[in-house]
């Protein structure tokens, strides 16, 4: 009990900043030295499960029981949650998290490479740990990011990190998970007068048909260079995907139209790769398509405007339990980089129209964990897991009540500190306010 | 045998058709050409006066008065008779138009006839600014005002395009170069293929405007309100410099634009809401305009007939699009798919409302589809009369031109339309187009109609009889034997007439006949069947009688229902307000009384009119609450929905002149989605690309209505301001670097001197010139307009605050203020309020220090706080995002749903209206399905003024509607692919979706809005 209540005071201390440090001295936590048992919560363990008063136990970074009575291994510290909720660390896929600091700052933007066939582009080594953004995404309960590149078609491979490290390589989870291919849009101008203008008139339906066409060529002539392993003159392009072709790594298909979805499961099919569509937003006219494929999806965040101002006004916010409906494998993402500390209120409007609660965990965490290939050692809080674990006061997914108290990765417990939270004890120091 | 009746009374007087064939030749030449007295001839002159008379016509003089055998004199290119009776001149050349129709030429006062398209000759986005107008000479400031330019000094006849003209029926058009805002004076021209001189029929004939800057490369105006800013600027500019002000100098614009204002002023409107935004400046300066429309008029014939304004309608409808494939078809939203199917039916919707109009060629791609498409817009219900009302007698007197085209009367231009039939009839042929007394031949095939039995001699040979059918212009040929009906060919070109055809059934042999129509009837040569030489005549014998006309008349086409506005979501009738009785929720009051459970909100007269336990309904509607959550309608203070063709008047640093409230756009779908998330007023704010930005509008989401209805009345006027990397064009690449201010610290200097000129423009005597950028600052000064200013950073907030001081005003409110928890204490001080976002931040070097618990510090420091969208997607749930100060700071529920009801209610100065549940205030509510606070919260029902504008049953009925719809005009979209009519590809439909800044990454960006300029 003395223990558990230390523990209280640190946390509470780090909350108030009372030992008011910059987030500079907010350190990366060392490796889990001793067992931990989370008793007296609300599991959810991701998979659609909830244990009511449960427990949870975890060392050496991994789970090792859940349960109603888990018991923790012995000389476990034990904290009492008193009635809160433990989630699986939320995993936000297809971020730019780390990739760029000040989005109108060109110096700060590392995401977006020149070239339209990049696939050796590597974002790992770009993930830059000491961003001031990644302490904002832990506090709010994200643990995971997969980290993307753009630019071109083929932008090369993403990785996935966990949010509290020294440096990029300490930092990787999962690297190289997959190739990003930008598709194309297939729709055509709708302003007749500025295509008139163009001399030639430009058809950027057409445009688009030939680049995939030119894509498909390439990836042809990788596809025959992989079966050699030995070459005089080795080619970078081909052998970063290498990897492709033997499912070692997924193919994310970055698209949101009817026609770029179609051309996009084609192309995976082609050459028999381990396909994700990326974005989605009309996936919902496909999903039958996709779950006879087997085609998962990112789907882009809910919290966005219909496609046609004829879609229902909700058509965004329900495409998800249309894809659940329909047996799709799914996860929810959102775009950018600092808009993700609020993915799991995208996952709760997908909850407000049409999933359970728990469904709409599961699609930022254990689902994202499938789609992103790792969900053998994340996604769910079950035994053997690594233990990336949220603790909140309140349901997680609605911002009303979501206040993370606790956060834990590879059972390491970060520091839920961040920039904002320092700032906001500047000015309450200031103004005198509690 | 007499021949009263035989159609073939020119062969009887071929030898008069011969000598006009020969005329005609030399008209082609241009020799006929009457010289003017001032031209020198090179060879014999040949000076004729082109006497014609055209007898027994049916002459239709105008749509009201028809002769039947009458004849038109004409002489040197006037009409000197008309009528029955007229005297033919016995120099007239007579010309026998029995038969026939004869109809005014028509008259087109919207065209670009003879006039070069100006191109634009470098601007764009990446170019470097230029702040004042290229044009050479002692002109005005802004390149767009034109008003120097005059169509009859740039005019050069084209011959290539008035032929087409012609053969669509055109005579006479109205001519102006379609290049800029003010685009000077039309010029009244003739269609005749002569010297400029001889067609100008009057060179000054009309002033023409549009909100299109065309070619000007100048950055100003860089907007629809920024257009109509400088019209509004330009009218005063020009009275004031009636009195040649001294410090103006020579300014040519302006006095070419006084020297105008007496023609007719036609306006160019780009749409139906352009339309009332011509004609309400025409209102603000006694200028009714005459309005070129665009085709969309029709949805809006109300407000259309309010104007007062005449029209110039035009007739290129739509084509029907390729809707083949679903995933193209998509795309294309119901309203585009109504306007194909409705378009048709404008001109009949103006005659029915009784508005006056004429009808243009503009915009046609095809002309030969001209009369098709005005008999299309007959048969979808206008009037033949009508039709030939607006092409001819209309126009002509729209532009006060009616002494000189328009209809068939002695003085008047002999400009006419020579017919075989009743004009807007389906198959009759336009013959003639004469054009200032000249003949244009449109179709030489057949004026002979030579149809009838004939006895054709061989020599050698025997006799036969063939039957000449088919249509005057393609005549079919029959050889008539005893049992037989043997099929033949017939052709003629001119005098010249070819016969062939079997003499017997099932031969393969053919007689072969060549030969001329002459007086006396036909004969030539050929060779018969076996190849020897023949001589042949033939005679007429027996009248053709035509079969019965027996093409049924066509009815009208069945069309869908006109939505308000026209959008899938639209209303087929507008709602009525109800008196209202929500019975059993959880009222959230904002009141001292705080949330109450269990309790009735009763609605009377758009307000709310009680709220308690168990009110009694009486004869409200019911609407049951229970387990429901009512609040008052959601506030966003910081929006750019609903506005049309730029937010940003970026252009200037100061823009204070730009009003948001010009230039409303109330088919904006996204008044509908913001509905769907409670929202039920709006502050549409200008951008904030310059320091001082425009004025800005309130609106209440009333769906369905007009701008006009839409705006929140009696509300005090705000202005929009911005502060830091924005005015000073931080992130607008390397070519923006010479706009002053690009700094902070000249940020200061813009308001400092914009201030210090408007209070120095105050205290000027009377008989000063008008400033509407002044006066707009002049309010501020006398706190009778209200700042709303983007701002970021504390030092720029705390310099507009000392700013404001020094001037005497305060600062309304700072709006994004990401960093007004640093300086909360001295904005308190100052009295301004915040609206702020819950929680962006990242996206630009300015707001690094953004903290999502800047709400909460700031409503602790005591000021009034709101939370904003500046985002078409995220005010869709500014409930949730207010929500975040709960977790953000530890904000109390109540005080959360204050900061998007009241609090911004505060801040725009309405509270006494709206922004809480209180009897006697209006009835803007909102029924949450949940908690309001909750992320499962949906608005199941939004109600403005009492009136239920979404309801999230009705949304279901409305989907169904859409649907249907849809699939209906999808479907008879296929139906013309396949009867062959020529369709486009499917065309996306784009929605204007704007935000503050295009460079933030937290804006939503439409996916089918993607950025054509790459």
């Known amino acids: 009990m003395v223990k558990k209540n230390f523990i209280y005071i640190a946390c509470l201390a780090a909350l108030s900043g009372v030992k008011a440090f910059a987030q500079e001295t907010v350190y990366p936590a060392p490796a889990q030295q001793k067992a931990l048992l989370l008793t007296n919560a ?23 029981a859940v349960g109603a009575n888990a018991q923790g291994e012995a000389g476990a510290q034990v904290i009492d949650l008193q009635g809160q909720h433990v989630y699986p660390g939320i995993i936000a896929p297809a971020s730019s998290l780390g990739l760029t600091e000040v989005e109108a700052v060109r110096s700060t933007n590392d995401y977006s490479e020149v070239g339209e066939l990049n696939p050796s582009v590597r974002a790992l080594v770009a993930y830059n740990t000491d961003s001031k953004v990644i302490n904002t995404l832990r506090s709010n309960g994200i643990l995971l990011a997969q980290t993307v590149p753009e630019g071109g078609m083929l932008s090369g491979t993403s990785s996935v990190v966990q949010l509290d490290a020294w440096n990029w390589e300490d930092a990787a989870y999962k690297s190289d998970d997959g190739q990003h291919l930008y598709m194309p849009q297939l729709l055509p101008s709708s302003n007749p007068f500025r295509a008139a203008q163009q001399t030639p008139a430009r058809d950027r339906v057409k445009e688009a048909l030939e680049k995939i066409e030119q894509l498909r060529a390439f990836l042809r002539e990788a596809q025959a260079y992989a079966q050699e392993s030995k070459h005089a003159e080795t080619n970078l392009k081909f052998e970063a995907l290498r990897k492709l072709f033997t499912k070692e790594q997924k193919l994310y298909i970055h698209c949101n139209l009817v026609k770029e979805i179609l051309l996009g499961i084609d192309i995976a099919k082609e050459f028999g790769f381990d396909a994700v569509i990326v974005g989605g937003a009309d996936s919902w006219l496909v999903a039958d398509i996709l779950k006879q494929q087997r085609i998962p999806v990112i789907l882009a965040q809910p919290h966005s405007l219909p496609v046609t101002q004829d879609d229902d006004v909700d058509q965004p916010y329900k495409t998800a339990a249309q894809l659940q409906k329909a047996g799709v494998l799914f996860c929810i993402s959102n775009e950018g980089f600092w808009q993700q500390r609020n993915l799991m209120f995208e996952a709760g409007t997908a909850s407000a129209y049409g999933l359970t609660k728990e469904e709409a965990l599961s699609a930022v965490t254990l689902n994202t964990a499938k789609i992103l290939g790792i969900d053998k050692v994340t996604g769910s809080l079950e035994v053997g897991k690594d233990a990336n674990i949220a603790v909140s006061a309140g349901d997680i997914l609605d911002m009303k009540s979501n206040k993370v108290t606790h956060a834990f990765i590879q059972g390491r417990e970060v520091n839920l500190d961040n920039k904002q939270k320092q700032l906001y004890e500047r000015y309450k120091y200031k103004y005198g306010l509690k | 045998m007499e021949q009263p009746s035989v159609p073939i009374p020119t062969v009887v007087r071929s030898r008069r058709i011969k000598i006009i064939y020969l005329l005609f030749a030399w008209l082609l030449a241009g020799a006929y050409a009457k010289a003017q007295e001032t031209f020198p001839v090179n060879g014999v002159s040949d000076p004729r006066e082109g006497c014609f008379a055209l007898t027994h016509a049916t002459i239709v003089k105008d749509a009201a008065t028809t002769l039947q055998d009458a004849t038109l004199v004409i002489r040197d290119g006037r009409i000197i008779n008309v009528g029955p009776g007229a005297a033919i001149p016995k120099d007239a050349v007579v010309i026998d138009c029995k038969g026939k129709y004869i109809y005014p030429s028509f008259v087109d006062i919207y065209s670009d006839y003879g006039t070069q398209a100006v191109k634009r000759s470098s601007g764009g986005f990446r170019a470097p600014p230029q702040f004042l107008s290229n044009t050479k000479g002692a002109f005005g400031w802004n390149q767009a005002i034109k008003s120097e330019v005059q169509a009859a000094s740039i005019f050069k006849t084209d011959e290539a395009k008035a032929k087409t003209l012609r053969q669509a029926g055109f005579g006479t058009v109205l001519t102006h170069q379609q290049d800029g805002i003010a685009r000077g004076t039309g010029a009244l021209v003739t269609l005749a293929d002569e010297k400029e001189n001889k067609v100008v029929i009057r060179e000054k004939a009309s002033a023409q405007y549009s909100f299109d800057k065309g070619s000007s490369t100048q950055n100003y105006p860089g907007s629809l309100m920024g257009a109509i800013a400088l019209l509004r600027q330009t009218y005063l500019d020009a009275q004031w410099y009636k009195n040649r002000p001294a410090k103006e100098g020579v300014n040519l614009s302006l006095q070419a634009w006084n020297d105008v204002q007496s023609l007719p002023q036609i306006f160019e409107a780009g749409d139906k809401w352009d339309v009332l935004r011509a004609d309400k400046i025409g209102d603000e300066f006694g200028v009714q305009y005459i309005i070129k429309a665009a085709g969309n008029e029709y949805q809006r014939i109300p407000e259309m007939a309010a104007t007062k304004a005449s029209f110039i309608l035009p007739l290129n409808f739509p084509q029907a699009m390729d809707v083949e494939d679903p995933n193209d078809a998509r795309f294309v939203a119901l309203s585009d798919l109504k306007q194909w199917e409705m378009a048709p039916a404008a001109p009949a919707a103006f005659e029915k409302a009784g508005i006056p109009f004429c009808l243009t060629a503009d915009g046609m791609k095809d002309m030969k589809q001209f009369l098709a498409n005005v008999r299309k817009a007959i048969e979808y219900g206008l009037t033949e009369q009508k039709a030939l009302d607006a092409l001819t007698k209309v126009p002509a007197a729209l532009i006060k031109a009616d002494d000189k085209v328009g209809s068939l009367e002695a003085g008047k231009l002999a400009n006419f339309l020579v017919t ?93 006949l060549s030969g001329v129509l002459a007086d006396q009837g036909w004969s030539g040569n050929g060779q018969d069947t076996s190849g020897n030489a023949v001589k042949w005549s033939a005679a007429f014998a027996k009248a053709f009688a035509a079969p019965a006309d027996t093409t049924k008349k066509k009815t009208s086409p069945d069309i869908g229902k006109i939505y308000y506005p026209f959008n899938g979501y639209g209303w087929e009738t507008l709602p009525q307000q109800k008196d209202i009785l929500i019975k059993n929720a959880t009222v959230w ?68 002149e730009v009003r948001i409230g010009d230039v409303l756009n109330p088919d904006d779908i996204n008044i509908y989605r913001q509905l769907s998330g409670g929202v039920t007023s709006s502050h549409l704010l200008h951008g904030s ?161 953004a903290i999502a618990y800047n709400a909460s510090i700031m409503s602790g420091v005591g000021l009034t706080v709101a939370i904003n969208s500046d985002d078409a997607e995220m005010a869709r749930r500014l409930n949730q995002e207010a929500a975040k ?130």
């Open chain 1, 42 to 64: 609300t599991i959810h363990v991701g998979n659609g499960q909830v244990i009511e008063n449960g427990s949870i136990a975890f060392a050496n970074g991994k789970i090792t």
């Open chain 2, 420 to 512: 075989s039939g009743p004009l807007f009839k389906e198959n009759t042929i336009l013959f003639h187009n004469w054009v200032q007394g000249k003949r244009y031949v449109l179709n030489e095939d057949g004026w002979t109609d030579i149809r009838g039995t004939y006895t054709l001699t061989l020599s050698p040979g025997a006799t036969y009889t063939i039957l000449v059918k088919g249509t005057p212009v393609s005549p079919a040929l029959l050889l008539l034997q005893q049992q037989d009906t043997l099929a033949g060919t017939i052709s003629v070109d001119g005098k010249l007439v070819r016969l062939a055809f079997p003499l017997a059934k099932r031969s393969s042999r053919t007689l072969r």
């Open chain 2, 589 to 656: 009051t904002n009141e001292q009384q705080g949330k109450l459970e269990n309790t009735d909100v009763l609605v009377r007269g758009g307000k709310i009119a009680q709220v308690g336990k168990n009110l009694p309904a009486g004869n409200a509607l019911v609407i049951d609450g229970t387990g429901k959550h009512l609040t008052p309608g959601v506030i966003d203070e910081h929006s750019h929905i609903a506005i049309t063709r730029g937010v940003n008047e970026g252009t200037q640093s100061v823009t204070s």
């Open chain 2, 689 to 849: 690309a310059n320091t001082i930005g425009g004025q800005t509008q309130l609106i209440k989401l009333r769906w369905g209505a007009d701008a006009e209805q839409l705006k929140f009345a009696g509300w005090d006027p705000f202005i929009k301001f911005a502060l830091g990397e924005n005015v000073k064009q931080s992130n607008w690449g390397e070519s923006q670097r010479s706009r002053f201010p690009q700094t902070r610290m000249g940020v200061e200097q813009v308001l400092t001197d914009a201030f210090t000129r408007a209070r120095d423009y105050e205290r000027q005597a009377a008989g000063k010139r008008r400033d509407l950028e002044l006066d707009a600052l002049v309010e501020i000064l006398n706190k009778k307009r209200f700042i709303t200013c983007h701002s970021y950073v504390q030092s720029e907030i705390n310099m507009l605050m000392h700013v404001a001081d020094t001037f005497g005003f305060t600062v309304n409110t700072f709006t994004h203020i990401l960093e007004g928890y640093k300086v909360a204490d001295k904005m308190k001080q100052h009295g301004a309020g915040a609206s702020t976002f819950a929680d962006w931040w990242a996206y630009k070097m300015e707001v690094q220090d």
């Open chain 2, 885 to 1014: 100060s709960i977790t953000y700071g530890g904000m109390a529920e109540e005080d959360a749903l204050k900061m998007v009801t009241l609090n911004p209610a505060k801040l725009l100065h309405i509270s006494d209206r709206v922004g809480s549940i209180k009897p006697g205030k209006d009835a803007d509510l909102v029924l949450w399905s949940d908690h309001p606070l909750s992320i499962y919260a949906k608005a199941d029902k939004t109600i403005v003024d009492g009136i239920v504008y979404f309801d999230r049953e009705r949304d279901l009925e409305l989907r169904k509607r859409i649907a249907a719809e849809r699939n209906r005009l999808i479907q008879k979209m296929l139906g013309e692919k396949k009867k062959g009519a020529p369709v486009q590809k499917a065309k996306p439909t784009k929605d204007d979706l704007w935000n503050c800044e295009d460079m933030e990454s937290g804006h939503q960006h439409s996916i089918i809005n993607g950025d054509d300029e790459q």
